[in-house]
C-alpha cells in the first residue's frame, strides 16, 4: 500500500508538472482576460449596472477552458508513452498496469483541478472587485466543476486507450459539449423522430455522459440558491459510478494493449 | 508542422483580406451584399438574424431570472407567458416541484430529476425595475448582430422605458433604432407612442410623426395598402387607431 501511494505521488507530481510547464494554462488566462477586459468596459446602450453578462461569459470562458484542459491532459497520459517507448521502463519499475493507470488518472485529474481552482479564483476576485457578493451556491458549483472534469479527464483518458489522439480529442468533445448543451433535451428528440434514430437517442441519453448535470451557471449568475443536498450527492454519486466505469475499461484496454 | 501551420494562417489572412477587398470595391454592384453591414453581413447573412433572435431569447430567460422557458425540464408550470411580460410579480413554485421527490416519470428516470432539481430554481422570479437593466446587453448584441431585428429594438425600448423608467436611455435606444431602421413603421409607432407617454400627452407632434409614418406606409406600397406586409398592415391599423384616440377630444378619450 505504501508503495503505490509512493508510486502514485510520483505520478501526481509529474502531471502536475507537465501541464503547468506546457504554459497551456497561461495562454488560456491570456485568452480570457483578451476576451473579458474589452467585455467588461463595453456599457450597452450607455446603459450602467448591468453585470450578470460579465459572469456568465466569465463562467462559459471557465467551462470551455476546464474542459480544453482536462481533454487534452487526459489524452495525453498514455499515446506519448506508447510513441516514445518509455512504457517500457515505466512499467520495468516495478508498478503494475492498474497502479499506472490510476496514479496518471489522480495526477492528470489533480492537475486539471489546479487549473479550474485557479480559473475560480480569477473569476471570484473580478466579482469581489465589481462588489459582487457569493453565496452558498458557488462552493456547490465549484466542487461540481470539479468532478465534471474528473468524468471529463476519464473520458479522454478511456478514449486515448483505444482510439488515434485526435479521434479521441474529436469524439471526446463531441460527446461532453453535446451533452452539455443538449443532454437534458434528448428525450424531447427521441420523441420527434422515428424508431431506429430514436433508439439510438435513447441509448446516448441512457448511457451518455451528462455534462449537463454540473452545470450550476444559471445558478451562480442568476443567484438561484444552492441544489438540495440530495440531488448535490445524486450528481456526485453519478460523476463517481461513471468514472470508475470507465476507468475500469480503461484498465480492461491497457490490459490487453500489445507492448 | 509548424510550417504547415504558418501557411495555413497565412492563406487564412489572404482569403480574409481578398474578401474584405472585393466587398470594399464592388459593394455598389454586388446585389446580395447588404450595404453597410460589412464582411459580416456578406459572410454570416442568415447566420446573423440567428445569433440576433438568439440574444433576443437570452434576455427573455434573464427576464425569467435566467430560466430558459423553451425548456420543458427548467420550468415545472405552466405559464401565461404574455401576461407576464406586464407583472414583476414573484411565485413560489416549490410546492409544484414537489422538491426532493420523485414526480410523474421521473422514478424510471433519475437522469431527468436531477436535471430538474439541478437546473430549475425553486422561485421564479421576474426582474423588474433598475435590475432590468441586466437584459440590456443581450439587446445591445441581439441589435448589434442584426441592426433590422425591430423587435429587438422595441423591446429594449421598452424595458427601458416602461421597466427600468429610464428616459434618457430609452430616448438613446430608439434614436439608434431610427438611425439604423429609417423606413420602419414599428420604430416609428414606438417613436409617436414614446413622444405622447413621455411628452405627457404632446399631440401635437405626435400626431406629425403617426402622419409622417403613414405616408411612408402610403410610398412603401404606392398608394395600395393591401401589399403592405401583414406586420406593417397591423402597425398602420393601430397608428390610424392610436391617432383618431389622441385627436379626439380629451374628454372623450
Given amino acids: 500500500m505504501r508503495l503505490f501511494i509512493r508510486q502514485a505521488k510520483a505520478l501526481v507530481k509529474l502531471s502536475f508538472v507537465e501541464l503547468w510547464r506546457r504554459n497551456d494554462v497561461f495562454a488560456l488566462l491570456v485568452l480570457a482576460v483578451a476576451l473579458m477586459v474589452p467585455l467588461s468596459l463595453s456599457s450597452p446602450f450607455g446603459a450602467a449596472g448591468a453585470s450578470r453578462y460579465l459572469d456568465e461569459a ?41 497502479a499506472l493507470l490510476l496514479g496518471k488518472y489522480a495526477g492528470a485529474v489533480a492537475a486539471s483541478w489546479s487549473a479550474l481552482l485557479l480559473f475560480y479564483a480569477l ?15 458557488l462552493a456547490q458549483g465549484v466542487v461540481l466543476h470539479m468532478a465534471f472534469v474528473a468524468l471529463a479527464v ?106 | ?32 451584399v447588404v450595404k453597410g453591414g460589412g464582411a459580416l453581413s456578406v459572410a454570416f447573412a442568415d447566420a446573423k438574424t440567428t445569433i440576433s433572435s438568439a440574444m433576443v431569447h437570452k434576455a427573455d430567460s434573464y427576464f425569467h431570472g435566467g430560466i430558459d422557458m423553451e425548456c420543458n425540464e427548467c420550468h415545472g408550470h405552466d405559464h401565461d407567458h404574455a401576461a407576464e411580460h406586464d407583472h414583476g410579480a414573484e411565485h413560489d413554485h416549490a410546492g409544484e416541484h414537489g422538491h426532493g421527490h420523485f414526480e410523474g416519470g421521473e422514478a424510471l428516470d433519475p437522469w431527468r430529476w436531477i436535471n430538474r432539481h439541478v437546473r430549475a430554481p425553486e422561485k421564479h ?31 429594449a425600448w421598452y424595458v427601458a422605458y416602461k421597466m427600468m423608467k429610464d428616459h ?21 409607432f414606438t417613436e409617436a407612442r414614446f413622444t405622447y407617454d413621455g411628452g405627457k400627452g404632446d399631440s401635437a407632434a405626435t400626431e406629425r410623426i ?44
Fill in chain 2, 210 to 253: 403617426l402622419e409622417n409614418a403613414l405616408s411612408m406606409a402610403d410610398r412603401k406600397c404606392g398608394g395600395r395598402f393591401s401589399e403592405l406586409s401583414e406586420r406593417d398592415a397591423e402597425t398602420c391599423r393601430r397608428m390610424r387607431e392610436y391617432l383618431a384616440d389622441i385627436r379626439k377630444p380629451s374628454a372623450a378619450r
Fill in chain 2, 125 to 155: 422570479v421576474h426582474l423588474d425595475g433598475k435590475e432590468s437593466v441586466e437584459m440590456m446587453p443581450w439587446f445591445w448584441a441581439a441589435v448589434r448582430a442584426d441592426p433590422h431585428n425591430v423587435d429587438a429594438w422595441t423591446t
Fill in chain 1, 58 to 98: 466569465a463562467i462559459l470562458l471557465i467551462w470551455g477552458f476546464s474542459l480544453v484542459i482536462a481533454l487534452g491532459t487526459g489524452s495525453r497520459l498514455f499515446p506519448p508513452e506508447f510513441e516514445s517507448r518509455t512504457i517500457y521502463p515505466l512499467l520495468a519499475k516495478p508498478i503494475s498496469r492498474g
Fill in chain 2, 168 to 188: 434618457a436611455l430609452a430616448q438613446r435606444v430608439l434614436d439608434e433604432a431610427k438611425e439604423r431602421n429609417p423606413d420602419s413603421l414599428e420604430i416609428a
Fill in chain 2, 1 to 32: 508542422m509548424n510550417r504547415i501551420a504558418v501557411m495555413a494562417a497565412g492563406c487564412a489572412i489572404a482569403a480574409a483580406a481578398v474578401a474584405v477587398a472585393v466587398v470594399s470595391v464592388s459593394a455598389g454592384r454586388l446585389p446580395q
Fill in chain 1, 154 to 259: 476519464a473520458v479522454s483518458l478511456a478514449g486515448s486507450l483505444v482510439t488515434t489522439p485526435s479521434a479521441n480529442l474529436a469524439i471526446s468533445g463531441i460527446a461532453l459539449v453535446s451533452m452539455f448543451f443538449f443532454g437534458r433535451r434528448l428525450p424531447e428528440y427521441a420523441d420527434a423522430v422515428s424508431a431506429p434514430l430514436s433508439w439510438l437517442v435513447d441509448l446516448a441519453y441512457a448511457v451518455g455522459p451528462h455534462a449537463e448535470f454540473f452545470d450550476m451557471r444559471q445558478r451562480l449568475i442568476h443567484g438561484w440558491g444552492a441544489v438540495d443536498a440530495a440531488v448535490f450527492f445524486a450528481v456526485l454519486l453519478y460523476a463517481a459510478f461513471y468514472v470508475a466505469s470507465l476507468l475500469g475499461f480503461a484498465a480492461l484496454a491497457l490490459k490487453r494493449k500489445r507492448l
Fill in chain 1, 123 to 137: 473569476f471570484a476576485g473580478s466579482v469581489l472587485l465589481r462588489g459582487g457578493s457569493f453565496s452558498s451556491e
